[in-house]
């Protein structure tokens, strides 16, 4: 049996916390930031935990992980 590939697209974008909850960077932290202010900002650093129902099709994507 082959081995199972991973999607790249979604390695790039996902990572597996110890607890086994997928987390994902926040949306809005590219570009136009002077008009943000610095606690938004400050706030969209951390990640957070993919909706749960995507988490298992994301799981799918990242068999190794």
Known sequence: MP???TKRS???RFKI???GKV???KAY???ILTKKTTKRK???RHN???ASGD???VKAMLPYL
């Open 3 to 5: 081995k199972m590939k």
């Open 55 to 57: 988490s298992a099709k």
């Open 48 to 50: 957070a935990e993919a």
């Open 29 to 31: 932290k590219r570009h």
């Open 42 to 44: 400050r706030n969209l």
């Open 23 to 25: 987390m994902r960077r």
């Open 17 to 19: 916390s110890a607890g």
């Open 10 to 12: 979604a390695a790039k």
